[in-house]
């Protein structure tokens, strides 16, 4: 039976690991309405459909990510994560005014994190590097990482923030590096001292986004992916993004994607700690 978002129907060519964990991907509900801000109608994609995902890919556990469609309203991720139960964790939107009270409901329901976001519309207009420092001290208190999705120039140059920030940092979809410039890359350099300090941890996800040859190998992205596993293994995490509302419909594989992942892996035990024991360590399965 097809995966509705997903083409294909072959699993991934590697069987995957007991509790390997998709760390990025979101629930498109049409019980909840988006934004006002939000200028596109959002796909159908619940519950029922991901859990089909995960049949076919092998993935027991995931990390639903509220999307800027829906603002500063989790309420879609909460219930979700309510139906997915402890092999679920969230990663939620708020805004910089955010009430300890309120943070303290999402931690009750699985949220393990902020995503902080300088690419999307956001219902509260631009994103600052001060709203992004003022989150970041509100999530200390629980624990928390924040997770930041940026262009490349804006991750160069908010490095001296992302550097000082009190509280774990990960980097979406790879910094959305050019493929074409890969680790000869001013950001990936930014990325690398980031990295190499012990705080920053990179999600593998959204290899399409910014790749020229698309699936189902996107050799032009191999480059950037392998110099990330080398660079930091420990710190790493690998997600699906579906159901990939950044590409035309119906044209991502998923096991696909994790053939790539294997690809950049030189071997089975680095990308069963991408899959399983790093995103347990940083969502605290």
Request: a negative charge.
């Amino acid at each position: 039976m097809p995966v509705p978002h997903s083409v294909g129907a072959n699993r991934p060519a590697r069987a995957l690991p007991a509790m390997a964990c998709d760390s990025h991907m979101h629930i498109f509900d049409p019980r909840f309405a988006p934004s006002p801000h939000w200028p596109r109608t959002p796909p159908q994609a619940g519950v029922g459909s991901y859990r089909q995902l995960q049949h076919r890919l092998g993935t027991a556990r995931t990390v639903v990510v509220t999307p800027s469609t829906y603002g500063t309203d989790n309420a879609c991720t909460l219930d979700a994560l309510a139906q997915l139960g402890d092999g679920a964790r969230g990663v939620a939107v708020v805004d910089a005014e955010v009430a300890d009270a309120e943070l303290d409901r999402l931690h009750a329901a699985g949220v393990r994190g902020l995503r902080v976001n300088f690419v999307s519309p956001q219902s509260w207009g631009a994103t600052t590097p001060q709203m992004l420092d003022t989150l970041a001290r509100k999530a200390a208190r629980l624990g928390w990482h924040v997770q930041v999705f940026a262009q490349p120039e804006q991750i160069v140059a908010m490095e001296p923030v992302l550097a000082s920030l009190p509280v774990p940092l990960v980097i979406d979809h790879m910094g959305r590096i050019d493929p074409a410039e890969g680790p000869a890359s001013e950001a990936f350099a930014v990325l690398r001292r980031l990295l190499d300090a012990g705080h920053t941890w990179v999600k593998l996800s959204g290899v399409y986004m910014r790749s020229r040859e698309g699936g189902p190998a996107y050799g032009d992205a191999q480059a950037l992916g392998r110099a990330l596993v080398q660079a930091a293994p420990e710190r790493l995490v690998w997600g699906s993004d579906w159901p990939h509302t950044t590409e035309a419909p119906d044209t991502v594989n998923d096991a696909d994607l994790l053939d790539v992942l294997r690809a950049w892996c030189d071997e089975d035990a680095v990308m069963d700690r991408i899959l399983v024991d790093n995103p347990a360590r940083l969502y605290g399965f």
